[in-house]
Structure formats: structure tokens, C-alpha cells
């Protein structure tokens, strides 16, 4: 007797064994008890997740000799022809060999004559939208309006493909993925009927290989344990179907996250050399970022269904290494990094590097933590007193006769006293001209108004000290002049003026508007004040202690 496969043999017969598309089982029961079936149903999604076989259960509940019922006896002439794919009334049509449009007016030829001995005539076309576009229109009227004991059930992997006159005279019911647990506990079941011995990580490694089909699992399970002889573990799965270890790709991460770049290039090394796809590994990253990212931001199970709970703990622990933002950070750079890896013929190379440049990425610093950097430097800059003045000590040929004196070098004894390590006296300097008094208190006055400002907004704080001129003050308006045109417009919108309005009002004490204007012309004020030089609110360069710091942990430039 010719081996059943465990995908055949252990195929659901009734629609409550349905694994994970309970949204679709429960609508076709409610429709057959309440008489409300409808003539054209459309079945998609991916592969083996269970189409074709609610095609026939729906056909044997309409034809039982005890329906149309929602549970089939399975017992009755009709339930146990069209479970054996024999029924004279049940056709299946494999719409990949049937293409063209004289099969389709073959069958709708067919479908006009009553059924032999069932109930109803069924006609169902498993990969529906290899049918060529004449077909399709073949089938338009037959479909809209079939005869009364006719009706057509369509599955497909790819429902983009099919037009949309005839999707439209359908019922679509959108089959999902089946979940990694549910896989998990139906590899297990199957185990149990047949005498397998197993363990939870080597379920939970097929039913991820298997990728949310259930077909695949169980063909997984029936190759697994043929190789090892009933038996299956993690051990056993990565020989038989040649995968890599799930812990390889947590030490994966555990280089990135410790920025260990050697060790993670000589992981990924060892993988490849297992036979690894790099493509596979790739993917496998990414989504091993999407959970330490989900895993960080939420302690729902939930969010983390695709692991097994051996697994979730050491994804909440490698999320604790990092934050949020530096987890963001990776994800995106692994994404980018797929994307070009996908368009290359190196593979291993491009991700190898990726893992280098992942593994070798700083930790980021919260933005509130570089603030408060900032603001406790500007602090100690404020704070800090002006250098002390270096003493200056004339080199020996200066110590030496000018030639205008009309002599040569005297004796030792005559010579400076520089030339015996004592110190000249300095030479007096002319006054260094310094600011006006009036100059001065603005100077002054212009500072404390940007603090002011600073404590409502920083970055109009850092607009005004980069780029912000004081012009002046009347009794009615603070003139300031801005250069540049992006600081410019980013002074008068709106919102801007508005709260330097508020700020100059308080400060000054009386109420003021203020008048931003393009350049540096002074507009004095009554009482004869004069503009303010760039010194006080000008221009603030790269060499600004104050700006390296924002550079160096912002990022950016200086335009």
C-alpha cells in the first residue's frame, strides 16, 4: 500500500478542524444555516493555509445527504466521494492546465444540466488566476447569473491577478497566515497520533521554517522525522532541513548590541560556511529588530506571537541593552541594508559589512540628555572667567644692542637681565579700546533677553545667538536684524513673533512689538542709542565652544 502523507492524511474533514481561519469557517456556517449561501465564492491567500480544503468541506456540507448542513455526517455516500476527489457533481479544475477560453465555455456548456445525484453542481478552480483574460470573460455571465443548482468556488495565491468583474460577482474571504503558536501546537498533535518523539524548541524551529503554512509544516515534520527516525529536536531539524541555529542569530545580536563588529563578522562567517543563505539571514535580522523594538515599547505577549516563549525572554533582555532610538536606528539601517543586498551578486560581502557598520554604531544619546549637556556648558562657559594673561619673555636676540644704538654687546655683567633667566619687565601697551558704556549695557541687556527666550524655546534661542543682530529699542518696538533668509523666515513666522512678543514685554517691562527686518541697519531709538556690534548678537562661528558641542552631538553644520 502506497505512504500517505501526513498533510493527506491528516486533512481536515470538518470545518471546526480548521486551523487559524475561524473569520472564514464561522461565515460559511452561519451562511449555510440561515439558507443564505451564495452562488460564487473567491478563496485567497497564501499557500497551504487551508483553501482547497474549505472548497470541498463547503461542497460536502451543500451535498450530504443530511444538508446542506454546517457539519457534514462524513459518513454518507456524498461526504465520502468528494473527500476522496471522486464525486461526479464535485469538479476540480487546476486553473494552471486550463487557461484557455475553450475550456471555459466547455464547462459553462456543462454546468446548464442538472447534477447526476447530488444536490448541487460545484465547480472548483484551485490557482484561478492563471486563466487567460478570454476566459475570464468567458466566464463573466455564467458567473453573474449560474443556474440554480450550480456553484463556483475560486482559490488563489494572488487575488491582484484577477479582474475585477469577476471578483466582484464573488464572495472573497481573505485566508490568513497561520500563527507560529497554532503551527506549534498542530505539529505537536500530529506527533502525538503518530507515536513521534519531540521537543519544544525542535517544534518551534519547523514551524518557523514552515512560514505560516500548515501544508509545509506537516511536510516538514514527515521529512524530519523520516531522516532521524521518529525522532525530532532542534538537533535533529537543523541536520535534516539544513538551518541555522536560533541562538547563532541571537549572538548575532549580541555582537551588534555590545559593538563587538569582529565577533559578529566571524558569526556570520561560520554561517555561511553551514550553507546559510545570506538573503535568509538578512531577513532574519530584521525581524529580529522588529521584536527587540516591539519588546521595548510594550510587555504584551501579544505583540510578540511569532516567538515561542522560550525565545521572549531573551528578546526583552537584549532590548534592555539599548534604548528606543538606537533599536529604531538598527532596524532602519538593516532595512536599507536588505534593500541593496537584494541587488547585488555578493551577498556574503554586502552583509558582512552591514553587520560591521551595525555593530560599530555609537549608542545614541537622548535628545533631553544633549540638552541638559548643553545647558550645563553654556553654563560653565558664563560662568567661567576670562585666561589670565601670559607672561611674555623676549627671546635672547632681542636682549642684544639694537644696531641704532651705535655700540656692540657689552660685558656679561652689563647684558639684560633676561639673559640670567630673570624677567623683563613688560613693555608698556596701549589701551585696548573697548566697548562704549552704552554699547556695554546693551551688550549686557541683549544677553539676559536671549536667556529669557532661551528658557521658552531653545531653538529660538539658537537662532537669535546664530544668526540675530540687536538693532535697537523704542518705546514701542525691539528692532532686530537677521542676515539670512531660513532665519529670516523662521523669525517671522508667526507663532516666533508671537512668543518673542510675550518674552520682550516681560523683560522690558512695558509693551513692546518686535520688528525683524533682513540686514543690520541701526534704527535708534530715542534717547540716541546706537547699534550694537556683532559682538553682542552676531554671528557665532564653528570655532564657538558652544557650537562644537551641538555639532558633535546633533550632527550637522554650519551654513
Avoid at 534 to 554: N, R
Wanted: with cysteine; proline share 7%; net charge negative.
Amino acid at each position: 500500500m502506497s505512504y500517505l502523507v501526513l498533510a493527506r492524511k491528516w486533512r481536515p474533514q470538518v470545518f471546526d478542524a480548521v486551523i487559524g481561519q475561524e473569520h472564514v469557517t464561522r461565515t460559511l456556517r452561519n451562511a449555510i444555516s440561515s439558507n443564505r449561501v451564495a452562488h460564487a465564492f473567491l478563496f485567497t491567500g497564501p499557500r497551504g493555509v487551508g483553501k482547497t480544503t474549505t472548497a470541498r468541506l463547503l461542497a460536502k456540507a451543500l451535498n450530504c445527504e443530511r444538508g446542506p448542513t454546517p457539519d457534514p455526517c462524513n459518513a454518507c455516500q456524498h461526504c465520502r466521494e468528494i473527500a476522496a476527489g471522486n464525486a461526479l457533481d464535485v469538479l476540480e479544475i487546476d486553473g494552471a492546465s486550463h487557461t484557455g477560453v475553450d475550456h471555459v465555455r466547455d464547462l459553462t456548456d456543462g454546468v446548464q444540466y442538472r447534477p447526476v445525484k447530488s444536490r448541487f453542481r460545484i465547480i472548483i478552480i484551485d490557482e484561478v488566476h492563471m486563466l487567460s483574460n478570454a476566459a475570464f470573460n468567458a466566464l463573466l455571465k455564467t458567473l453573474e447569473e449560474p443556474p440554480a443548482h450550480v456553484k463556483f468556488i475560486f482559490a488563489t495565491t494572488e487575488a491582484h491577478k484577477i479582474p475585477q468583474t469577476i471578483v466582484s460577482r464573488c464572495q472573497r474571504y481573505d485566508f490568513k497566515r497561520i500563527p507560529l503558536r497554532a503551527l506549534i501546537q498542530h505539529l505537536r498533535l500530529l506527533a502525538a497520533h503518530e507515536g513521534f518523539t519531540v521537543d519544544e524548541a525542535g517544534l518551534a524551529l519547523l514551524a518557523r521554517e514552515a512560514d505560516g503554512s500548515l501544508r509545509d509544516a506537516a511536510s516538514l515534520l514527515d521529512q524530519v522525522v523520516t531522516w532521524s527516525d521518529g525522532v525530532l529536536n532542534e538537533q535533529t531539524v537543523k541536520e535534516a532541513l539544513g538551518v541555522a541555529d536560533r541562538q547563532a542569530l541571537f549572538r548575532i545580536v549580541d555582537a551588534i548590541l555590545s559593538n563587538n563588529p569582529a565577533l559578529a563578522l566571524q558569526l556570520a562567517g561560520d554561517l555561511y560556511h553551514y550553507g546559510y543563505d545570506p538573503r535568509r539571514l538578512c531577513h532574519d535580522l530584521l525581524e529580529h529588530f522588529r521584536h527587540l523594538v516591539v519588546a521595548k515599547i510594550s510587555a504584551d505577549p501579544a505583540l510578540l506571537a511569532d516567538l515561542p516563549d522560550h525565545e521572549i525572554a531573551t528578546v526583552r533582555q537584549q532590548a534592555s541593552a539599548r534604548s528606543l532610538e538606537d533599536l529604531q536606528r538598527l532596524f532602519t539601517l538593516m532595512l536599507h541594508a536588505e534593500e541593496d543586498i537584494g541587488k547585488t551578486a555578493y551577498t556574503q560581502l554586502a552583509i558582512e559589512m552591514t553587520l560591521v557598520k551595525l555593530a560599530s554604531q555609537p549608542p545614541l544619546l537622548p535628545l533631553d540628555q544633549a540638552l541638559e549637556k548643553l545647558d550645563a556648558l553654556q553654563r560653565q562657559l558664563l560662568s567661567s572667567p576670562p585666561p589670565a594673561p601670559l607672561d611674555v619673555v623676549p627671546s635672547p636676540a632681542l636682549s642684544r644692542s639694537s644696531p641704532s644704538s651705535g655700540g656692540t654687546e657689552g660685558p656679561p655683567s652689563s647684558r639684560p637681565s633676561v639673559e640670567r633667566g630673570e624677567r623683563a619687565a613688560p613693555s608698556p601697551q596701549p589701551p585696548v579700546p573697548g566697548p562704549e558704556p552704552a554699547q556695554a549695557e546693551q551688550h549686557s541687556e541683549w544677553d539676559r533677553f536671549l536667556t529669557a527666550v532661551r528658557k521658552e524655546k531653545l531653538s529660538l534661542f539658537f537662532t537669535l545667538k546664530s544668526a540675530g543682530r540687536f538693532l535697537g529699542v523704542t518705546a514701542t518696538t525691539l528692532h532686530i536684524g537677521v542676515d539670512k533668509e531660513p532665519y529670516f523666515k523662521e523669525l517671522t513666522r508667526s507663532e516666533n513673533q508671537r512668543l518673542l512678543g510675550a518674552v520682550a514685554r516681560r523683560f522690558f517691562g512695558r509693551d513692546l512689538t518686535v520688528q525683524v527686518s533682513k540686514g543690520s541697519s541701526t534704527v535708534p531709538p530715542s534717547g540716541g542709542q546706537t547699534e550694537v556690534e556683532s559682538s553682542v548678537g552676531g554671528q557665532v562661528g564653528e570655532e564657538d565652544p558652544l557650537v562644537k558641542t551641538v555639532l558633535e552631538i546633533l550632527g550637522g553644520e554650519v551654513q
